[in-house]
């Protein structure tokens, strides 16, 4: 006897309260499956970022020859970065992300370059130079050297920040219908 023929006799041979009981649960189980199951969509977002350094190399590498150039650049880099992500957060039907995620671009510059001249200031008073003249020409070469390593750094964090938490579409609303013995039920299902 076949196996798939077998099942479905022993189906109908189970009384219509049970066949009931397992379509309930099949359906509890299909909604649970629904609301965990979410769209990520953070390359959209990663693939912005890369847009926007490759604005920011072209324009570093521009700007010697074409400085006009290389500043259209510069701001097609900065305005990529700041927006790009969001015009991925609202084309998901994302539009609290798409704040969220402006919000923590330009944030996160200004946390770096504070947190750059911190690391300068005390850079400063653990320096042992008693000379003014020594102590000057190097305090420009410090202050560069921890705002390149905080703002690159606190940017670069934005970015995975903006992909990894903010990047998740929620599963899409639907219609239902469940016919049982008693009656049906019509309803929506989905999260919020």
């Known amino acids: 006897m076949d196996p798939a023929l077998a099942d479905t006799q022993a189906v109908e041979a189970r ?3 049970a066949r009931s009981e397992d379509t309930r649960l099949q359906n509890d189980w299909a ?4 609301v965990k199951r979410r769209e ?6 990663l693939g912005t970022d890369a847009l926007a350094g490759t604005l920011l190399v072209g324009s570093l590498a521009v700007y010697g020859f074409d400085d006009r150039m290389g500043g259209v650049l510069l701001l097609s880099a900065a305005t ?4 790009g992500a969001s015009i991925a957060h609202v084309a998901h039907g994302r539009p609290l992300s798409a704040v969220k995620s402006v919000g923590l671009r330009l944030g996160a510059p200004v946390v770096g370059a504070l947190m750059g001249f911190g690391g300068f200031f005390a850079w400063r008073q653990l320096d042992g130079s008693t000379r003014e003249s020594d102590r000057v020409a190097s305090d420009g070469a410090k202050a560069f050297i921890c705002l390149a390593l905080t ?4 940017i670069a964090a934005a970015s ?3 992909a990894a938490a ?3 579409a929620p599963p899409h609303f639907g219609p239902t219908l469940e016919v049982a013995r008693g009656g049906a039920t019509l309803g929506v299902r989905g999260a919020l």
């Open 15 to 17: 009384p219509a309260e």
């Open 80 to 83: 990529t970065y700041v927006f």
């Open 31 to 34: 909604l649970e499956r629904a």
């Open 160 to 162: 995975l920040l903006d």
């Open 151 to 154: 703002v690159p750094t606190s």
């Open 40 to 45: 990520w969509y953070g390359g959209w977002v």
């Open 166 to 168: 903010l990047s998740w």
